[in-house]
């Protein structure tokens, strides 16, 4: 049957690396993978990585950067977290990862081929482990390289935003089904996991109803994580921040790079931003093709590799060997999207400056030069949303931004253009959006998406972002749409696109006072965006 449910397969255990079965407190035993250099070199420093993604499959080829880091000089030890894939105990995202990761930590320390310390390393949620493990200050943890992740990942919200689709989606995939593959390679719909009576998806209702309750009292559930404090805030190790920025966890990436700062570890901080998505995908320009893609590729896999850990492996030699002082590269490091790479002291760069441009009719104009301040008006149809054209968030850029022109033109969906640039204009740091609402709705939706537009007519996505707000046409309200280092070339202009929904990525509102995840009934509802005093702001 096409839309048969069923489990991935285990991937066969990799025979470079020996698998341990290591006993946290409880007495669940965790399945670790460990890929060990020359025993000439021993005794040497570990880099562990706690994922649940299958530390010995295909999908983070685990297998062949623990090759990279042994090759290297380095203990690499690459573990299942509690309850996926080998590893035993409930499977439950978020709360045992500190303690499962500190049982790890003292584990690794007592092996013979161990010198006692530890760096950490990995991508998204084998990121949050590792902000897991620093918050509780183990002595043998020397250095950390979260990527593409943030402490505040289990918010669900990115940006302070709405809870897409993709994230909740994950959370039943990766945790309720311990990865669930559908035959004809689409994900299944959040909605119908609430209601569904299947066994599989069933299995994942509670667990949804508690993260899209989450994103009620974010701050709550942080603190749960997380009892001894902000874990960027208070940290004491080196920390080689990487992220990209069309990675849609971005924010918190960013959020943990500021906060690390003021930290007492705050002298050895270091940021690198590329293009990338969160499936290290790079932008690249309309009709550009992506070439070998890595992950169907054995020998761009190969390529890819030392590219990806060049830096890291500098970082870890010099925080995990003994080195004293702080790591001799640049504190920030950052792709300028159609310029190239760039290094400065700190992000923003100290030579940026502050920039808005305000809502005028159908254009994005100087404030100096605003001629109206009226509102705009359009009619949310919740049975017709306005379509999310990207088939994932989590790798958009492998098959290449689209086209949203066509989009742009629904009547339920407001755009601000500005004029043809006469000069290539910079977007160099964070751009935020403000304004105020009214609905027929007491709270209502509003999508903000900031789009290059090409002189063919062609818009693509530069940065976007989602708020559920008070509609009562008062009350101001911020959408943060993320950080970028981006060229809109000359005779391209800026544009910005707002509606009201975007199925596919986020719930639709209902157009009533019902919660949108579990309304009834639905009704199409006028909006009203007024235009005095909304801004598009940012730093050139």
Sequence with gaps: MANELKLAPLAESDQRSTEHLVVMRDGVRLATDVYLPDRALWPVPAVLVRLPYDKSGRYTFLPSIGEYFAAKGFACVVQDVRGKYRSEGERVPFFNEANDGWDTAEWIVLQDWSDGAIGTWGDSYYGFTQWALASL????????????????????????????????????????????????????????????THPELSAGQELLREYIAVAEHPAEF???????????????????????????????????????????AGEHQFLRMWSNDHEDYL?????????????????????????????????FDHYLRGETGRWSAPVVSYEHI????????????????????ALDGDQLTDPRSLRETHSVSWVHDPSNPVPYLI?????????????????????DVVTFTGEPLVDPLDIVGRVEFTARVSAETE????????????????????????????????????????????????????RLAISTSLHGQYVVHPGTDEDAWLATETKAARQELHLAGAELRFTQ
């Design 338 to 357: 159609r310029i190239g790479r760039r290094i400065a002291a700190e992000w923003p760069p100290k030579r940026v400056r502050a920039r808005s441009l």
């Design 443 to 494: 709270c209502t939706h509003v999508m903000v998406r900031l789009c290059d537009v090409a002189s063919d007519g062609s818009a693509r996505l530069v940065l976007a972002n989602a708020v559920e707000v008070l509609a009562d046409g008062e009350t101001p309200f911020a959408v943060r749409l993320g950080d970028t280092a981006y060229r809109f070339p000359k005779g391209h202009r800026m």
């Design 283 to 315: 932008w690249r320009e309309p009709g550009t093709e992506l070439g070998q893609d890595f992950g169907e590729s054995e020998d761009a896999l190969r390529r890819h590799i030392p590219s990806l850990l060049a830096e890291v492996m500098s970082f």
């Design 137 to 196: 200050h183990h002595p043998a943890h020397r250095a950390m390289v979260p990527r593409v992740t943030g402490h505040h990942f289990g918010d669900m919200r990115p940006g302070g935003g709405m809870p897409t689709r993709t994230l909740l989606d994950w959370v039943v995939d990766a945790w309720a089904l311990n990865e669930l593959v559908i035959e004809n390679g689409a994900d299944h719909e959040v909605r119908p996991a609430l209601e569904s």
């Design 222 to 264: 942080t603190a749960r994580l997380f009892p001894q404090g902000d874990p960027a805030a208070n940290l004491r190790i080196p920390a080689l921040h990487t992220g990209g920025w069309l990675d849609n966890l971005q924010y918190w990436q960013l959020d943990d790079w500021y906060a690390s700062l003021a930290s007492p």
């Design 391 to 411: 088939e994932s968030e989590w790798d958009q850029n492998r098959p290449g931004l689209p086209d949203e022109q066509h989009v742009h033109l629904r009547d």
